[in-house]
Each structure stands twice: as C-alpha cells, then as structure tokens.
C-alpha cells in the first residue's frame, strides 16, 4: 500500500517524446507509483498550442497553454520543450519553487547546464537528465552512480543516430550523404534544422554533458571540438571499407597530456573517424547509439540502444520520474553534480591520435622518399603505406591517368594535432603532391 501523499507531476511540451510520457503515465501510473511509493498525477501538460495534432490522445482537460500555473502547483516538473527559452526560465521557475526537474534537453543543459545545477543545489533540488544522452540507453546514471567509484579514462559515442543512419547508408548501399539525410528526416529522426546533426553540434552538446559527468570537471560546449560530416565522401568511405575501417561520427571523452607542455587535462571532440571493422562501436547500426567507456578498474564498458523516438526516450524520462519521486518519499536534499576535480579543459591541439592519410602523387622515382621526408621533419611517424596507381580522386583504383599520377594511403602512428596540421599544410605544398585527398583521424585502435 503506498502512504505517501500524491505526487503532483507537471508535464512542458507534448510533443514526440511528451505525448508518450503522457501516455505512458496515465496508463502505468499505479504500476509507476507502487514503485515510487508514492501516487503520481499528472495534473496538467502544457503545449503551445492546444489544437495541435499529437501521437497519443491526451486527455484534453490536461492540455494547458498555462505554463507558469502548472509549474508553480507540481511536485516534480518534466520539461520536454526543447530548446534554450523558454525552457531555461520554466526550469529556473520550477527549481525556484521547490519542484525536482527532469529534462531530456542536451542543448540547454550543455549551454546552461552550471546555471541551473547551481539553481538546484541552492535550494536542495535536483535536476535528472537521463533522456538527454542517448535516448532509451542508460549511461548518466552509470556514469552518476553505478562509476562513481572508478576512474574513467576514454569514451567513444556514437551519439548522433542521424549522422550513423546516414553514414551506415552510405557504406551498406552507396547512397549519397543528401539522399540519405532525406530518408532520416522523413523517418523523424533528424531535429528540426539538421544542420545540428550533419554539422555536429547535437552531438557536442552530448559530449560536453558526457564529458562533465565522467570527468568531475564542468566542460563547456565551446571547449568541444567539433567536425560534421558534411564533408564525407563515398570514396572515403569505399577507401575506408577497403583499408578495414567504417567512418562514424564520433564524440570522444578522453584524459589528456598535453605533448608540449605536459599539462594533464581532458578534451571533448566530435569528428569523422575511422574505427576498425572489429572494434564494437562499428557494428552500430542505422539510428541506433552506443557508448564504448573505458574505466580504470571496470575496464571496457559498451552502452548500445535507440538514441532517439518518442516512446524509446519517454522510457528514460519515466526512469527518472521513478528516482525523483523516490527521493521525495525519502526525503533530504538532491545530490549535487560532482564538478570538484575542476580538471583544466584542454584543446584539441593537446589531442594525440592515429591518421589515415590519402594523396594523390606524381608517380615518379624519388616521391616516397620526399613524402616520408615531409612526415619525418614535422615528427610524424608513418605506420604504413599502401600506393596505387591512379589519380586518387575516387576510391583507391586504377583511373585513366594511372601513367601520372599515383595514390598513397598513409597510416601514421601517434601524432599530435598540431604535428599532423603542420605535415598536411607541408604536404599541400610539396612540388609532388597533386592533392590532399583525405585525411581522417583513426580511433579504438
Ligand atoms: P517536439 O518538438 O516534438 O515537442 C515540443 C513540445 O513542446 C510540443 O508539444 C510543443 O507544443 C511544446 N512547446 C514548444 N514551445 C512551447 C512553449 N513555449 N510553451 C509550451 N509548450 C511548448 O520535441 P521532442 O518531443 O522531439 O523533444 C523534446 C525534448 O526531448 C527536446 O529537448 C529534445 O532535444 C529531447 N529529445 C528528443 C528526442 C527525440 O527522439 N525526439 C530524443 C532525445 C531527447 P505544440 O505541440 O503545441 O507545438
Ligand atoms: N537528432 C538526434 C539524433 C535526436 O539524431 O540523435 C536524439 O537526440
């Protein structure tokens, strides 16, 4: 039997993600709150407009245009707007007045996430954003809780389901990066404006709300490298298939030396990337996301699941519902986020990684060897060489100028960012390079 008084739940946005939590409430509430223990009532959701088409039937008497009203009678606040405003007010108004907030919003929180943990901590609220990473899959918890006693070292995200969908379209059928961006649109994956997803930005916010989390540090989202995949090209990937590798749009977590100044820190980047055939996060498919984490003591952890959908997203809105409501029965203050290693956010030229590098060469005695010159005087060191004749313009095949021209695909061993940019600047330079075909970091080697 529950005892505990009813939970008052207020629900902003009823749109993909808050009409299946809606609908998913009035239909497991008492299931829900025999878990919670505590009753939960959804007591009001608030849209922008009450006529609007929305995927589930909810309950008209619950569709407000209210916001502040709704918000300033709940217990606990799910804020399933999106976007900065005003969303960030609603918050601030709900923690204000003593509300637990739950949201899936990775913009806000990436852009004002300290501001609005500060807002909780003050009044002994606590902010739960489950849904903001990786849709359905559990991986802020994890990284809150379950690895709060070990030390995280790496991770490596697929973050993004638009970006995989349209690069795994593009390796499995040769489609072009347009018309497999159109098929994730209209399968409702993509946001709004899909520049957010092709261009990288919603995966930098994940990986500043990642980053924060597993290191104890506040990384801010201008601190995130970041890199689309506009620039993809069929022949990289054919080349990369070719060579062993798939390219993913990865966001990557990591502790980091700076190898100049020695400065111990940790960087956020997100950029294509070649990852082997063999490694886990190549075999993520289509929409799907995952998280490959790598822990001092636990050792590899992979986190794979639906990264997006309403109802797939809903299911870790709803978790979160549970643990808010669970801590109201409980009682005493929300737990703070842990920023206290404060560790320095360094740049992406502090990073050191593998490339794969593609040129297209003059085909004449000597070109190797002034090629391996160019890497040895910027202190890169090559790992292999494969050469093929040809221009170097498509995938790595003999073309009709194959009496000129020849493509070089270099494998380097670990470089800095800033040795790799002096060495391709040098070899764009170079009398014997016709064009820098391609250049891609390799990652999980
Ligand atoms: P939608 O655009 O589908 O829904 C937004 C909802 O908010 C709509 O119901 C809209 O009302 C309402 N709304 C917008 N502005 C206001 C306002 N000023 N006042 C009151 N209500 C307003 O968004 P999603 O459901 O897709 O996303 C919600 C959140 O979840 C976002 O932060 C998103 O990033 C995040 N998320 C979404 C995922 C997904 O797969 N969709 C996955 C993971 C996270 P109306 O319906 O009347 O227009
Ligand atoms: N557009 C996002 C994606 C939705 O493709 O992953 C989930 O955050």
New binding site residues.
């Given amino acids: 039997m529950i005892e505990y008084r009813n939970l008052r739940i207020a629900l ?8 299946q939590v809606a609908e998913l409430l009035l239909k497991n509430g008492d299931e829900l709150a025999s878990r919670a223990g505590a009753g939960l009532e959804l007591i009001g959701v ?5 006529a ?1 088409p ?1 995927t589930t039937d909810i309950p008209a008497h619950l569709l407000t ?1 209210d ?1 502040t009203s709704l918000i300033l009678s709940a217990d606990i606040v799910i804020e ?4 900065l405003e ?2 960030r007010s609603y918050i601030l108004q709900a923690i204000n007045s003593g509300a637990d907030v739950i ?6 929180l990436a852009t004002h996430g300290p501001e609005l943990f500060d807002a909780a901590e003050q009044v002994g609220a606590q902010l739960y954003y489950e ?2 990473v990786g ?1 359905a899959i559990p991986i802020i918890r994890p990284l809150r809780d379950s690895l709060a006693g070990d030390t995280v070292k790496r991770i490596l995200g697929i973050v993004n389901g638009t970006t995989n969908f349209i690069l795994d379209l593009m390796e499995t059928t040769g489609e072009s990066l347009e018309s497999a961006l159109a098929t994730a649109t209209a399968l409702g994956y993509a ?2 404006d899909p520049t957010a997803d092709i261009e990288g930005y919603d995966a930098a916010q994940k990986a500043a709300i990642l980053a924060s989390l597993a290191f104890h540090t506040t990384v801010p989202l201008e601190s995130v490298y970041r890199e689309g995949i506009s620039s993809v090209t069929l022949a990289q990937v054919e080349s990369a298939r070719k060579a062993g590798y798939v390219i993913k749009l990865l966001a990557i977590c990591e502790r980091v030396t700076d190898p100049v100044t020695g400065v111990e820190g940790v960087s956020a980047r997100v950029h294509p990337a070649l990852v082997p055939t063999g490694h886990p996060l190549a075999a993520v498919h289509g929409a799907n996301n995952a998280v490959f984490l790598e822990a001092e003591a636990a050792g590899d952890l992979m986190f794979y699941g639906a ?4 109802i ?2 809903a299911s870790a809105v709803l978790g979160d519902l549970v643990s808010a409501a669970r801590r109201h029965v409980i009682g005493g203050p929300g737990v703070a986020e842990s920023t206290h290693a404060n560790l320095p956010v360094l740049p992406i030229t502090s990073v050191t990684t593998r490339y794969q590098i593609i040129l297209s060469v003059v085909d004449q005695p000597g070109v190797l060897a002034e090629i391996a010159g160019v890497f040895s005087d910027n202190g890169v060191s090559v790992e292999a060489v494969a050469q093929s004749a040809g221009s170097g313009a498509g995938p790595l095949a003999r073309t009709d100028d194959s009496s000129s021209t020849a493509t070089l695909v270099i494998g380097t061993h670990e470089a800095s960012e800033a040795a790799l940019a002096a060495t391709v600047a040098a070899l764009e330079a170079s009398n014997v390079v016709s064009s820098v075909v391609s250049v891609l970091r390799v990652e999980g080697l």
């Fill in positions: 902003l946005g009823g749109g993909s993600v808050g009409a608030a849209v922008r407009d009450i609007a929305r245009t916001a399933l707007i999106g976007g005003p969303a949201t899936a919003n990775k913009a806000l849904a903001a849709g946001e709004a990264g997006a959908g309403g797939e997203t």
